[in-house]
């Protein structure tokens, strides 16, 4: 009875709920008094998703209170027509497709009743929904097909990897329909998941360099599906590499060869070590664990390539030691051992260094060499140097100061290495010398190898008291001539050149006391000058001369006179100087002054006298007889043109004519013989034999060069080249007309006769009668 009552009152609840009021008024406002309410009445719309039974499906049916025999049932929406369609007379809905709720969950529809013939509205539109009931006919999908995942190698049990996601399209809100089970199908032996799909490792022994990587197959299954069906993922699980491997020596055993000559510091040789860690994890560090040359060796590590470089830390000598064995050790001191996946075998290896001999140059026995000398001696010895050949072959071995050396030329060395100095040498000109010692490896011969070697000898000029005191500064005392007795002049005080100690003392004296001053040593080596008397007479002396006594404490001890100059000045009422003379209006000529210009004036006199001995002896040349070259000479060098070629009396002819024919020198013909040369003559025929010879030419160069060679009162240079003498080979003859040929000549030159008397003289020069000779 109870079933009953609770299903009466649940049919009578959903009925409320699926009947719509008619003309659109809401159910909670109450009837119209005077109206009956007009009620849409359907059954609840619901359907059931992937139905198997043949189309249509009934979904249900809607009904009216509208009692008529011409009304008729309408769908609008997008659905109807399509998918839900209902009988116009009965009201049954009917859907025509199978539905699938992970597609559409739910359909909103509009029934309309109206009338069969005028299609007019027999009630209010009223919505409704047809929901469609979830079935279990999905299975889980996972969001990605791959995943990738990574976790450090040798993790302990329980490491989380990753969690994978499957989803299942059906509805939540329904018991198991969407919920998902997880299972490794592969990798189970490694990794485990749990149900929320987080996956686990299982052991703790995966190691990167064994299996870098995992492939696990996880399955999502959803258990109550009407299918049974599965969604599978693929996750690549990658190891992180840790530092849990040492450095394994490729080799057991490293020889190397190396000069003895390698410059320390650089590389001599690698080591190898294989290391599985991946390069951010190998930090290998090399070192030696056996042998007696720790402090020869050291070993670096590369960090681009994680070798062990081996340097000398200090030279090699293969005459000392030819070879080196100790034994080394490759740690990496970042390691885990925590993650210690196994104990190496192969940590440590033998090393073997064998030194090599080459030619060495000569090496000295110290470093550097530091001597000392006193000054103003001459020692038989100053110091020795020594090399030696550090080879087996022992040669002897040659010394020598180089050239560059600071003051090298005041000292010598010998063969043997012995310094000596050439000269006495002065501590207050130079204290230290600084030389530069060359070694040179010399074979049996004595020739050098070109192997050499040099050390820096410095030498300390040792003091002696050789410097007597001398004043501190230069001064310049003034004293007024009515100066009272006892007036400072001034205070004076000392130096020495000579390394002066800290316990130096001056002793200061005059050398007269036959002056107008005195000197008290104030024994702090200063003194004070000061006013013996009082009142100098300026008309009598206006400069005093005082010379004044100091010596040292050295040994020997020295005295050195310096002399002071006072100068009496007038004076006002006030004691200030007003007047004072000069020094140097006081000062005369010196000796040497007067030397030097005795000098000048000796060396412009001798030169006066030899210019003019010269000039004699050049006049005298010319009032001698000349020779043919020298009147050629003269004429050639003579610069003027004179008065053309109507000028026949300003020169002698002939004299060219004789020297160009190699003939004396004819006698002057008188001016008033006859008519003009140049009216009676006509150009006389080329002859070859006209012309003297390039060997005339010749003859003259040598006799003057004989007569400059042994003329000892002639300048120093040469004056051939002053020389205007054009040759008688050249190519262009001669310019000048006196003695031209010109029968072998193709020109007529008869049409000068036809100039006029200007070209008269030219015609007849230049007639082509060869009978005719040119007559001087």
Not at 212 to 238: M, N
Not at 424 to 440: G, H, M, Q, S
Not at 525 to 531: H, K, R
Request: with cysteine; proline share 5%.
């Amino acid at each position: 009875m109870q079933v009953l009552t609770v299903l009466l009152a649940s049919a009578g609840v959903c009925l409320g709920l699926l009947v719509a009021p008619a003309e659109g008024t809401d159910l909670a406002q109450p009837a119209a008094p005077r109206r009956q309410k007009r009620d849409w009445i359907w059954n609840q719309m619901h359907i059931d998703e992937e139905k198997n039974t043949s189309l249509p499906h009934y979904v249900g049916k809607i009904k009216s209170s509208v009692n008529r025999k011409n009304a008729k049932y309408l769908l609008r929406g997008e659905s109807a027509g399509k998918v839900f369609r209902v009988n116009e007379d009965s009201g049954d809905v009917y859907a025509f497709e199978r539905l699938d709720r992970e597609k559409i969950p739910e359909y909103h529809l509009t029934a309309l009743v109206v009338d069969k013939d005028t299609n007019n509205d027999l009630e209010s539109p009223s919505s409704f929904t047809i929901k469609v009931h979830d079935v279990n006919d999905n299975w889980p999908v996972f969001t990605h097909r791959l995943f990738n995942a990574s976790v450090p190698e040798m993790s302990a049990v329980g490491t989380s990897v990753i969690r994978v996601t499957a989803v299942d399209a059906d509805d939540p809100t329904v018991a198991d329909h969407a919920s998902v089970m997880y299972q490794i199908l592969k990798g189970e032996e490694y990794f485990a998941i749990d149900g929320s799909g987080l996956i686990f490792t299982t052991t703790k022994n995966l190691d990167r360099e064994t299996q870098a990587k995992y492939e696990i197959v996880v399955e999502a299954r959803d258990a109550q599906g009407l299918r049974g069906d599965s969604g599978t993922a693929t996750v690549l699980v990658t190891l992180q590499d840790v530092n849990d491997n040492f450095p394994i020596f490729t080799q057991t055993k490293y020889t190397f060869a190396v000069p003895e000559d390698i410059r320390v510091g650089s590389s001599l040789g690698s080591l190898f070590v294989e290391d599985p860690d991946e390069p951010q994890n190998r930090m290998t560090k090399y070192s030696i664990v056996q042998g007696e040359y720790r402090d020869t060796f050291t070993i670096e590590t590369d960090p681009n390539h994680n070798e062990g470089i081996i340097k000398p830390m200090k030279p090699l000598d293969y005459e000392y030691i030819q070879q080196y064995i100790f034994t080394i050790e490759a740690t990496d001191p970042t390691i885990n051992l925590h993650h210690l996946s196994s104990a190496s075998t192969r940590k440590t290896a033998r090393v073997i260094i064998n030194v090599t001999d080459v030619d060495e140059p000569p090496s000295f026995q110290q470093p550097f060499y530091h001597f000392q000398l006193w000054e103003n001696q001459k020692k038989p010895l100053i110091g020795s140097v020594r090399a030696k050949d550090p080879d087996a072959a022992r040669r002897s071995i040659g010394y020598s100061i180089r050239t560059t050396s600071d003051k090298g030329q005041f000292f010598r060395i010998t063969k043997q290495g012995d310094i000596y100095n050439e000269k006495e040498l002065d501590r207050e000109v130079y204290p230290w010398y600084n030389l530069t010692v060359e070694a040179k490896e010399l074979d049996s011969s004595g020739y050098s190898t070109g192997k050499e070697s040099i050390v820096q000898v410095h030498i300390e000029i040792m003091d002696e008291n050789d410097n007597a005191p001398e004043f501190a500064q230069p001064y310049e005392p003034r004293v007024c001539e009515n100066a009272a007795q006892g007036k400072l002049v001034v205070q004076i005080s000392a130096i020495d050149k000579d390394v002066t100690p800290r316990d130096v003392k001056f002793k200061f004296s005059l050398s007269t006391e036959d002056s107008n001053f005195t000197l008290t040593d104030n024994h702090d080596n200063t003194a004070n000058i000061t006013v013996k008397y009082g009142q100098f007479d300026r008309e009598r002396a206006k400069v005093h001369y005082l010379p004044v006594l100091i010596s040292d404490n050295g040994r020997p001890s020295l005295t050195g006179t310096s002399t002071l100059v006072v100068t009496v000045c007038k004076c006002n009422e006030h004691g200030e100087f007003t007047y004072c003379e000069e020094m140097a209006a006081q000062a005369g000529v010196s000796i040497q002054a007067l030397v030097a210009i005795f000098l000048c004036i000796l060396t412009i006199t001798v030169i006066t006298l030899l210019i003019f001995l010269r000039r004699r002896l050049r006049k005298q040349a010319r009032t001698h007889g000349k020779s043919v070259p020298e009147i050629h000479e003269q004429l050639v060098t003579y610069d003027e043109e004179g008065g053309g070629e109507m000028d026949t009396t300003s020169y002698d002819v002939s004299v060219l004519n004789s020297v160009r024919q190699g003939g004396a020198k004819p006698p002057r013909p008188t001016l008033e013989a006859g008519p003009s040369v140049y009216a009676q003559v006509q150009k006389p025929p080329r002859h070859g034999a006209v012309h003297g010879g390039p060997g005339e030419m010749a003859a003259m160069i040598e006799v003057k060069k004989d007569e400059a060679d042994h003329d000892g009162a002639g300048p120093p240079y040469d004056t051939l080249h002053i020389y205007g003498y054009e040759g008688s080979e050249s190519i262009a003859e001669s310019l000048s007309s006196l003695g031209t040929d010109s029968s072998d000549s193709d020109v007529d030159y008869d049409f000068l006769n036809d100039w006029g008397p200007r070209f008269k003289m030219l015609a007849e020069l230049y007639r082509s009668d060869p009978q005719v000779e040119l007559v001087y």
